[in-house]
Nanobody, 113 residues
Framework: VHIVESGGDLVQPGGSLRLSCAAS????????MSWDRQAPGQEREWVAT????????YYSERVRGRFTISRDNAKNTVSLQMNLLKPDDTAVYYC???????WGQGTQVTVSS
């Protein structure tokens, strides 16, 4: 299993950012995928999950209405569109396979003026 996140950056409050996750080594099209994040000094928290077909999406209360998870099964990628970013969204964001707990190396998102 190989998972690589990208797209993290420094962005101002109220801005937007799109994270991408490229996955390989398993049957991506039949696997649900999640995004988690971990802020400095805090435990890792779940952000969003998308089912294998993309037919259902689930979000934490903290990001619902601002973040959108999506996937492209032809390209084995899952994305996280983040809008109306807040300083509290600052964290390392990880792409995860819920069934196995496999993670990528993460990508840093910093929201600051």
């Amino acid at each position: 299993v190989h998972i690589v996140e990208s797209g993290g950056d420094l962005v101002q409050p109220g801005g937007s950012l799109r994270l991408s996750c490229a996955a390989s080594g398993f049957t991506f099209s039949t696997t649900a995928m999640s995004w988690d994040r971990q802020a400095p000094g805090q435990e890792r928290e779940w952000v969003a999950t998308i089912t294998s077909t993309g037919g259902a999406k689930y979000y934490s209360e903290r990001v619902r209405g601002r973040f959108t998870i999506s996937r492209d099964n032809a390209k084995n990628t899952v994305s996280l569109q983040m809008n109306l970013l807040k300083p509290d969204d600052t964290a390392v964001y990880y792409c995860r396979i819920p069934q196995t707990g496999s993670w990528g190396q993460g990508t840093q998102v910093t929201v600051s003026s």
